[in-house]
């Protein structure tokens, strides 16, 4: 067997039904890599620095040496915990549906395809794997990604005041068989000042777009089928979002393409909204709710931020999200209204509560924009 560079599109595909290893040092991989590798690093973030400075501040073939003593000792564990990933691994990783657990196939990345790819690449097929490595890197793969946000998508996008379910409608949407990508549940936060409460760490900048773009190309690569009548109908149904979500932002292509995208908007009365609201929201840790309170406190106001605390003090929840549920509906008014051509873009759904149903409102109001002559 000989180890094969391929390009990012075959890396991609074959990725769906084989393990992918990234070679590359502890720290390169926790800041981002691609979605679902293993992290098998070549070197420690410490053995990586003094491999980089030896090239330059000495040579190309010191480096080498120092690296073969990094790699050796390591050579044998390298073997068996690629051993272990392909045996470990269930039917349908990755969402493929194929089984891949017998699989001897794998599928090796660093930071450009070069030595510390080339050097596991060689072990592992030297055992008897069959390998291939990324051309490029993962540098490649980043290169991918940004330009996957400057694609012409057609998107959908669900308009709401908080409170309003559109979390809960993408959900129902994509169990209909309609393309959703949920924003926030990529960027783990439900993009308010209390949306970090309960969910886990936000990813990094670069591992939120590395997300969002595999999210889109796997959407691209799915066409309609009996099963899923709706995922070719109107594209892709998004969430309407500030393009800040908690510490990450919305690729700025990809925000340009959502603010000129249509606007569905659930409109649903404000007491329904509030009752919502205060069910997902009034059982959190009250200290944290606190503390978010005081984060827009100036937005706020001082007099209402004193209200929304002493209220949830008491234990009066409804009437402390009655006075944040006022504030975030003027925030979202201001930032609906701020996009070009909004006149044309703006379908409103008049909706009695938050409810199941009004996934199914969205779909027939999405057709009937289809069907108009």
Same mark, same amino acid.
């Given at each position: 067997?000989?180890?094969?560079?391929?390009?990012?599109?075959?890396?991609?595909?074959?990725?769906?039904?084989?393990?992918?290893?990234?070679?590359?040092?502890?720290?390169?991989? #926790?800041?981002?890599?691609?979605?679902?590798?293993?992290?098998?690093?070549?070197?420690? !973030?410490?053995?990586?620095?003094?491999?980089?400075?030896?090239?330059?501040?000495?040579?190309?073939?010191?480096?080498?040496?120092?690296?073969?003593?990094?790699?050796?000792?390591?050579?044998?564990?390298?073997?068996?915990?690629?051993?272990?990933?392909?045996?470990?691994?269930?039917?349908?990783?990755?969402?493929?549906?194929?089984?891949?657990?017998?699989?001897?196939?794998?599928?090796?990345?660093?930071?450009?395809?070069?030595?510390?790819?080339?050097?596991?690449?060689?072990?592992?097929?030297?055992?008897?794997?069959?390998?291939?490595?990324?051309?490029?890197?993962?540098?490649?793969?980043?290169?991918?990604?940004?330009?996957?946000?400057?694609?012409?998508?057609?998107?959908?996008?669900?308009?709401?005041?908080?409170?309003?379910?559109?979390?809960?409608?993408?959900?129902?949407?994509?169990?209909?068989?309609?393309?959703?990508?949920?924003?926030?549940?990529?960027?783990?936060?439900?993009?308010?000042?209390?949306?970090?409460?309960?969910?886990?760490?936000?990813?990094?900048?670069?591992?939120?777009? #590395?997300?969002?773009?595999?999210?889109?190309?796997?959407?691209?690569?799915?066409?309609?089928?009996?099963?899923?009548?709706?995922?070719?109908?109107?594209?892709?149904?998004?969430? !309407?979002?500030?393009?800040?979500?908690?510490?990450? #932002?919305?690729?700025?292509?990809?925000?340009?393409?959502?603010?000129?995208?249509?606007?569905?908007?659930? !409109?649903?009365?404000?007491?329904?909204?509030?009752?919502?609201?205060?069910?997902?929201?009034?059982?959190? !840790?009250?200290?944290?709710?606190?503390?978010?309170?005081?984060?827009?406190?100036?937005?706020?106001?001082?007099? #209402?931020?004193?209200?929304?605390?002493?209220?949830?003090?008491?234990?009066?929840?409804?009437?402390?999200?009655?006075?944040?549920?006022?504030?975030?509906?003027?925030?979202?008014?201001?930032?609906?209204?701020?996009?070009?051509?909004?006149?044309?873009?703006?379908?409103?759904?008049?909706?009695?509560?938050?409810?199941?149903?009004?996934?199914?409102?969205?779909?027939?109001?999405?057709?009937?924009?289809?069907?108009?002559?």
């Amino acid at each position: 067997m000989a180890v094969e560079k391929i390009h990012i599109e075959k890396f991609l595909a074959l990725a769906g039904e084989h393990a992918v290893i990234d070679v590359r040092s502890p720290g390169e991989y #926790n800041h981002a890599h691609i979605p679902g590798a293993y992290s098998m690093p070549l070197f420690s !973030d410490e053995e990586r620095k003094v491999v980089g400075t030896t090239y330059k501040q000495e040579s190309r073939e010191e480096a080498i040496k120092i690296g073969l003593d990094y790699f050796g000792p390591k050579m044998r564990r390298m073997v068996e915990e690629t051993e272990s990933i392909v045996n470990s691994r269930k039917p349908g990783a990755n969402g493929s549906g194929l089984t891949t657990h017998d699989s001897r196939l794998i599928l090796i990345y660093c930071w450009r395809g070069g030595m510390r790819s080339g050097a596991v690449s060689w072990l592992l097929d030297m055992y008897g794997f069959k390998v291939y490595t990324l051309a490029g890197g993962y540098k490649s793969f980043r290169n991918y990604v940004l330009d996957m946000f400057k694609l012409p998508f057609h998107f959908n996008i669900i308009g709401g005041y908080t409170g309003s379910g559109k979390t809960e409608a993408l959900r129902i949407l994509q169990e209909k068989g309609a393309s959703v990508i949920d924003l926030e549940g990529l960027a783990n936060h439900k993009g308010s000042a209390f949306g970090n409460i309960g969910m886990p760490k936000q990813p990094t900048q670069e591992m939120f777009e #590395n997300r969002l773009g595999c999210e889109l190309r796997a959407m691209s690569y799915e066409p309609a089928t009996s099963k899923a009548p709706f995922r070719g109908l109107g594209g892709i149904w998004l969430e !309407d979002e500030s393009q800040r979500i908690g510490l990450v #932002n919305i690729p700025h292509e990809f925000w340009k393409t959502m603010r000129q995208s249509p606007v569905y908007f659930l !409109d649903i009365p404000f007491e329904e909204r509030l009752k919502h609201i205060t069910e997902e929201y009034g059982q959190l !840790d009250q200290q944290k709710l606190i503390d978010a309170i005081g984060r827009i406190k100036e937005k706020l106001g001082a007099l #209402n931020a004193k209200a929304a605390i002493q209220l949830l003090e008491e234990g009066n929840t409804p009437g402390s999200f009655r006075i944040l549920l006022k504030y975030y509906d003027k925030f979202y008014f201001k930032a609906l209204h701020n996009r070009e051509g909004l006149e044309t873009l703006l379908y409103t759904i008049n909706c009695k509560t938050v409810s199941v149903e009004n996934a199914g409102l969205l779909l027939a109001a999405l057709q009937h924009q289809y069907e108009k002559p």
